[in-house]
């Protein structure tokens, strides 16, 4: 059975860092690709970021890129989403999902990912 649990949001300032954990059980993360998602209220669920097998990531072109990176640590199983110079716009539910290379779709969609966390709330005050 495949798992997948988010932690590390939280409350956190304008100009403030969260770094968020997906941990993987009954997959290898490693032979995934890994995408970060997030969910405003009343609002479409949108891409943030995704990790490819081989390691190469993809960001969101507008508000993110520069500002948030994705990483993973093979041994622990554990993708990250290290988010910096958070702003209020960033406040959201962020869900980790994993994709396998069968699966169609755009890595960019949500549909095109298979295995999805509970979520994990960030908020940011102004």
């Known amino acids: 059975q495949v798992q997948l649990v988010e932690s590390g949001g939280g409350l956190v300032q304008a100009g403030g860092s969260l770094r968020l954990s997906c941990t993987a059980s009954?997959?290898?993360?490693?032979?995934?690709?890994v995408g970060w998602f997030r969910q405003a209220p009343g609002k479409e669920r949108e891409f943030v970021g995704t990790?490819?097998?081989?390691?190469?990531?993809?960001y969101r072109a507008d508000s993110v890129k520069g500002r948030f990176t994705i990483s993973r640590d093979n041994a622990k199983n554990t993708v990250y989403l290290q988010m910096n110079s958070l702003e209020p716009e960033d406040t959201a539910v962020f869900y980790c999902?994993?994709?396998?290379?069968?699966?169609?779709?755009?890595?960019?969609?949500?549909?095109?990912?298979?295995?999805w966390g509970q979520g994990t709330q960030v908020t940011v005050s102004s």
């Open positions: 009954g997959l290898t993360f490693s032979t995934y690709t």
């Open positions: 999902a994993a994709r396998s290379e069968s699966d169609g779709g755009s890595y960019s969609t949500q549909y095109a990912y298979r295995y």
């Open positions: 990790l490819t097998r081989s390691g190469a990531t993809i």
